[in-house]
């Protein structure tokens, strides 16, 4: 009899070791996409609190910032439109702009959170991408021309003003990477050290996965597979621009969400641009604002670009399928598809 | 009938009950390493945020969920799938209509029912796109 027991133990824990319930698993649809949270090492209970905590965050966030559904910003905008001030007693908002103005400066202005008008021209202000003209050049020029600029708008004694009545901000380049941060800042304070928050492909790593790194798949713009896979190091974050999820497409041409705020039009050149970024206070901002520029800048400037920004680690895709990678990040990358060498640059 | 089959249980002996959980262990075993799972996608369904059964994506046939608001029906039709029926009030879910690319997710929040589309492998944690 005792033997029985014995092997009845023996059975029942090798059918417990067989699932993987070291890792808390929770996805959300925030920020008009998916939300995914992995908690590693944690209680269960600990694990959904602290989860919850953060979508709670992400959800208060959406509503703080969202560049069409009324907003703090939508109140901003408006007044902004109608050449008024607007008095704001919200000191988060009030760092987050000026945070956004020194971005665009530092990423010469091709990250530039002031061209709401010409986001919304060409139909992204939306959920549903139905778009099927390209706007009026006249009025794309018109609004270029007017110079769009987070530097237009001053804020003294918590009231608000721009002398651009163009000027519409949204943030959407850079609220999804905000919220990294802020993740970031919960996990820490709930004592959670190991944890992957990907919000809609920007991801930020705490921690490791057990014994090992976390593990990251970068999608292949064109194909339903990823090209490569990348460890992402304790702290470290990742972020991709890309046309292939927000896109339209007029007379059989893809025109993605990234809009080159020195022409009015998507960049076409370009299919992604992923970056690496190490641990710091605002590394989600960073690697969701500093994918921008390296996607939208000129072939021959990209490189320049990321070397006056610092990133070290960068893998560019471009769209006859050539790829320009920084030394540290084909070091460090694994690629899941027989790519032709010939087609790699490296920098 | 209940003492029949524990008149049963005592004809075996502790010698017997070794080998029935040697083999169950085997054939655990076996099942995990020999039975790969054949090339292709397959669609995982989670309810709670928890997996609760995987499905091949090549065949064609209707799956319907207990979700915690009620039922949800999910098809799938030869390599794609899709919400056809939900209890949620603004059918986001059945809005997005059909996915059949790896990495694809649909998520019902109100019935907390979300599926997503996988390959055979999966070597990474999430997803950078």
Known sequence: MRLNNLLIYF???FLISCSDNKIYKQENYIFGTIIGIKIYGESKINAEKVSNKIFDEFQRLHELLHPWEKSIITDINN????SKSISINNNEIISILRSAKYFETQTQSLFNPSIGKLIDLWGFHSNDLNRDKIPNQNKIQK???SKPSMQSIKIKDEILTSNNKNVQ???GGYAKGYALDQAKKILVKNNVKNALINIGGNILALGKN???AWRVGIQNPRKPNVIATIDLEPGWSIGTSGDYQRYIIIDDKRYSHLINPNTGFPENRTQSATILIPPSKNS???SDVFSKPLFIAKTKNKINIAKSLNINYFLIIMNDNSIFISKSMNDKIKWEENIDK?????? | MIKKILQFSKLIKSGDWFVIILFCILIIISAKTLWNLPQGKYLEIYKNNEILAIYSLNQQISKTINGIKGKTEIIINNGRVRFSSSPCSKKYCIHQGWISKTNQTIICIPNKISISIVGTKKTYDSINY
């Not at chain 1, 010939?342 to 920098?347: A, D, S």
């Open chain 1, 284 to 286: 989600g901002i960073k």
């Open chain 1, 169 to 171: 901000i949204d943030l």
């Open chain 1, 79 to 82: 007044a902004i439109s109608k």
């Open chain 1, 11 to 13: 059975l029942i824990s």
């Open chain 1, 210 to 212: 057990g014994e090992k």
């Open chain 1, 342 to 347: 010939k087609n790699i640059t490296i920098f």
């Open chain 1, 143 to 145: 609004l270029i021309l």
